[in-house]
């Protein structure tokens, strides 16, 4: 098994509040365990992974708080397309927010 470790696993980086991570990642030939790491640019933001059976119908299927801490999670769900979305970003007083998500799949 290979892990993919590729900055282009970046689901978000840098995104502000509303974006979506486009294009949506295709993980058809992925294993059902993913690595996730989030983190915030800002404060703290609101981020959610979506899934779809087909890459057009979208649903979330997790949601984290991230903080300018790195926070780590895994998945042993089968998704074939994923994407996330940046629900809200926090800043201190005059800053900008954004996020950070890594999704890593693991591949045969």
């Not at 978000?12 to 979506?20: E, I, R």
């Not at 703290?44 to 890459?55: C, E, L, M, T």
């Amino acid at each position: 098994m290979n892990v993919i470790s590729n900055p282009s696993n970046f689901l978000l980086s840098g995104q502000t509040a509303s974006a979506y991570s486009s294009p949506a990642m295709d993980t058809r030939a992925g294993y059902p365990s993913t690595y996730i790491m989030y983190v915030a640019g800002g404060s703290s933001a609101v981020v959610s992974i979506q899934a779809s059976h087909d890459g057009a119908g979208w649903m979330p299927v997790a949601t984290y708080t991230a903080t300018t801490t790195t926070a780590t999670a895994q998945t042993s769900a089968y998704y074939p397309f994923v994407r996330a979305q940046v629900n809200a970003c926090y800043s201190a007083a005059g800053g900008t927010g954004s996020a950070y998500l890594y999704y890593g799949i693991i591949v045969q």
